[in-house]
């Protein structure tokens, strides 16, 4: 019994170390990334984990003004909560078809969105490039959030349908009793109870349109329509990089999403662990 306690102490040890090494490695460049900030470029190569003399408040100013950071994040809000709206209310709808009637071609259609998941999206550039070109919305916003949908739409659905396959059914039998249609049983009853899985795939749609750099670079050539991705190369040029403003204009791109995510952590987490979970 004391050599089974040791050993199990000893693992937990180890554990508690290895989670805390990964803690360090994991935090050094965000600490560096927000030391930085703050820096002036001398300070930045000098000494980088140093606390700076001065707190150089002013890179964020130039960041979100001089840099036009602040277009560009405006931007990046309107193309991905048009996406988060677009896929949660389609994923949701087919999510509730999929998983509450029983039609021929059911099975195939979940398989058809699941096959959907297994497609690089560089394999398919130069047809999308050709569909954009075609439907005349390079430099279009729109474009984007059509290219995010498509290829977001997949593990949403699949999340969802997973998710509500775990619901129970007596609420919107009762529902249907009371003479509620189809649609308000979605409404009314499904949806609250879908709560976590929708917050899971909102916050994955979020960050993989927010961080997304390759379809804006494609199609994005209008100063004006460059999201926040985008607007990070503005920081190279001919002179080389402004440090201070650009770790201010990073910290400003990942501030939103960091700050998403941990409001949501729980139904996250949760909706995606029910989600996992196949009949």
Known sequence: MKKTESKSKLGKVIMYLYLLLMTVVFAMPMVFTL?????????????????????QFVNYIVAWKEANMSRYFINSILQAGATVIILAIMASMAAYVLSRFDFKGNK??????????M?????????????????????????LILIYVSFSLPFSILVMTNFMKGVNRSLEEAAV????????????????????????????????????????????????????????????????????PLMAAI?????????????????????????????
């Open 35 to 55: 030391l930085s900030s703050v820096k002036t470029k001398l300070e930045i190569f000098s000494d980088p984990f140093a606390l700076p003399k001065v707190p």
């Open 251 to 279: 910290v400003i791109t990942v501030a939103l999403p960091l700050i998403l995510y941990l409001l949501f952590q729980e139904k996250v987490e949760g909706g995606l662990a029910a989600g996992a979970v196949k009949e």
């Open 119 to 143: 497609v690089p999206m560089h394999t398919v550039l130069v047809p999308v490039a050709y569909i954009i070109g075609a439907l005349n919305l390079k430099n279009n916003i729109l474009a």
């Open 108 to 117: 195939f259609l979940l398989l058809f969105f699941t096959v959907g998941m």
């Open 177 to 244: 009793i009371d003479g509620a249609t189809y649609f308000q049983v979605y409404r009314l009853v499904i949806l609250p109870l879908c709560i976590p899985a929708l917050s899971t795939i909102s916050i994955f749609n979020f960050l993989s349109s927010w961080n997304n750099i390759l379809f804006p670079l494609l199609f994005i050539n209008d100063k004006k329509l460059k999201p926040i991705s985008l607007g990070l190369l503005n920081f190279n040029g001919e002179r080389g990089s402004d440090y201070g």
